[in-house]
């Protein structure tokens, strides 16, 4: 549900990021310390903001110039500007995970469904999550806002042509994306582990999702989160391999066969390939992402 | 038009001379630690540049191939070592080279489909695919600990007892002398038509298209070529440091040698060289002053691709035109001066600051003390955050003045240097 949000906004924003991750990471800090002084309540609010204006800060200085440059240029400074985030979080808060919970409030279980207990806190992330998404889909799709922001961002000169401060509009967009980002890092580094490589676990994940999806397709990167998020449980959950395949039907493979390594193999080992697999395997059969619009080659 | 164009043979014959001579100077000490990590970068780098300055393609998983060339290296060392083979390990490198090709051509056949964002989008996926298959294949990666091999084993080069690379100069040599032939194969290869449709592609696709080249078989070649380079580099890596870990195929090595090629130059051919060279500097040399060397080497590379897109080499180019031109460089020597001067103010702070905070960050239990400049300077002390504050404003803003200031008088120098061809 988290990384479906953070999907959102990563294809949304139209310019592949490689910081949007670190924004991720940064909000979780910005929680922390925000709790730290006033409590849990304030820093969900104020860490999202003040990421959201370090995200604006980095489009008008940084991106902004750059913009004419194409798309490789943005990607590489995203990638350089990823690593300084993750070397400045590690100057200001050390390199072992903070100490960032939720607030005991949170605590305890929600309801439960036969003998599994649904926790609070799981329950919070999705209102949250479902909140945030729900707000954003029905601003972007039905208010004068929202179309003048998809506008901007695909067909700019148009735009700005009809009176709107097109670079204000980027960089206000790329801000509330950092924002949002950091809102989830906020939630989801206080239900996990806050630590400096937490944005680069959920950064190539993040990828698949976009790319799976369909550039640009919000309800393609809703399908895909969910899709990967499934695949992953259900292939962690089955502790086969071929070879037993094989056995089960009677012709089992030999020990000393030379692919007995590969063949051996059970799902839940390979669990973590197969979301890379996946887009390896969606790039090939259909290079659009599941609902991607054609693109221009 | 580059058949017309004289071989020019000096920086061929110092680049050698330099090969030849590094080891021995500098026999022990701090050279001699850079010298076969350099040799290595550079091929690293070199071969990243076929793809990205060369074919304009950005690659994120470039450490795939070279990780494939370190583990066939690797495994035919250890099988070398078990069959007791007549074969000089000198050799061994060609291995590497062939497996970062097997590598290429295979998963080449996947990126190449496509070019620009989505071919970089591709390769991260490889990459991170290559990367995560290392807990799956135990006996092939090696686990958590990788697979080491002796370099010792096989049959001694050219039959003379003793070249059996056991001690440091060897390595050193071979590493070197690996590393200028990689060199001078990509600079031919360069010379080739078929760089040359690389550079057609790069630039302009359809039009290669039009005057018959398959943009896609031209991409894969290219691909093919950098992935045997890169496979030479993992497995000179291989036979330096005798072990190979799942590190070497993982995607903090594709970022790192993304960042050597691009702080040298893509636009030049001996931009990967120095930014090779400057790479390891920051990884090796800066790592045992600063813990904060990635910090340093992360803002570099952000403010090279905002400000010099070409890179150090593209640097050089302008310094040396305007060195060249000796009114220009009157006119406009009290502003640089007083630019650089501001520069430096502000750097100073801002690696005071660092280091300050750092330090109380890492190792706050040592007490307040840092040493940096070659001055005890207290932690504790708000003087010091004062002092580091200070010059970072100061510098900072006298820098923007200075460039407003002189923003008319920089047009006609910068117009007078052509961006680089990616020769």
Redesign the interface.
Known sequence: MLSSGLTLIFSMMGV?NFAHASFYMLGAYCGYQISQWLGFWPGLVLAPLSVGVCGAAVERY?LR??HT?G???E???T???S??IV??V??????PPVPYRLPPELDGSLFTVYTVEFPRARGFVMLVAGLILGALALMLRYSRIGMIIQAALSHSKTVETLGHDVPRIHMLVFGGGAALAGLAGAVGGALTVTEPNMGAQIG?IL??VV?VGGMGSLAGAFFASLAIGELDAFAKVIDRSPADLAAALGAPIDPANPLY??WS?TLS??A??LP??L??VV??VR?RGLLGKRED? | MSAAKPVHWLPWMLGALLFVLVPVIFSQGFIRLLFAECAIMIVFALSYNLLLGVSGM?S?GHAVYSGFGAYATIHALNWIGRTHMAVPVTLLPLVGGFGGLLAGIVLGF?ST??????F???T???G??VG??W???P??FGGEGGISGNRTVGAPLFGVPGWNLGSDLQIDYVVGAWCFASIVGIRGLLATPLGRIANAVRDNPERAEFVGYSARQVRWLMLMASSFFAGISGALAALNFEIVSAENVG?LRS?EV??AT?IGGIGYFHGPILGAVVFVFFAVALSQWTQ?W??Y???F??VL??RA?GGLAALLEHAGVLLGDVSALRRRARVLGAKAAAALIALCGFILL?EM??YR??EATGGSIVRVFWTDIDTGHAGAWALGCLLLTAGVLTFAWLRRQELAAWEPASTSVSVGDAR
């Open positions: 592949l940084g110039a750059l440059r798309p490789v240029a990607l590489l400074f990638f350089g500007l690593f300084v070397e400045l590690q100057m200001l808060w050390g390199r190539a990828f698949v790319v390594g590969l193999l080992q390979a973590p390939v890379f697999l887009l390896v790039l090939l290079p080659r | 950005l994120f996947v489909r496509r070019s620009g964002t989505a970089a989008m591709i991260l996926g490889l991170e695919l995560a298959c807990l799956m294949f006996k092939f995607a970022g993304l960042l691009f904060a990635q910090l080497l992360g803002l590379f952000v691709v905002l897109p660092v905070t750092y960050t890492l």
